[in-house]
């Protein structure tokens, strides 16, 4: 907010090259103070006036007003808030994109978990039958070998 541009190139009616001239605001203005550009200051009916009207540009010396170099400044500082503005929600739109990212991450992390231990249970299941049948299995297998046995010793 304290830094002047030389708005005489902007001007449609300047019809000058680009000025790039940049100074302070105190700087600008106690020289546009002392070179002023005005019909009043010329006429001398201005007398120590606080703020300049018209000056001429130090780089260029273009004929500008005070208040088209004040409107530059705001215009440029809210230009920056937008830009701030617009990074700042793009930020925010950034991380709500992120966490949803990691959400949909963490839940298709759950449903794999819950998947496999699904297939660990029926895995189980399946291990059990199987010694149930061979369990049964050789259950009759000595049963058949008691009564063999038994049948040899009759």
Known sequence: MN??????????NAGSDECYTVAHLP???KHYLANPASEEAKSGKVVNPILPHTGRCPGCKTRTDWGE??????ARRDGEKEDVQLAEKTRLRDMKAAELAEKKRKVEEDKEAKR?????????KRRERELEKAAKAKGKGRARSKV????DTD
């Open 116 to 124: 496999r231990q699904v297939q660990e249970v029926k895995a189980e």
């Open 27 to 29: 700087c600008m203005a």
């Open 69 to 74: 170099i004040i409107r530059a400044i705001y």
């Open 148 to 151: 063999a046995d038994s049948s």
């Open 3 to 12: 830094v002047a541009f030389c708005t005489a190139s902007t001007d449609n």
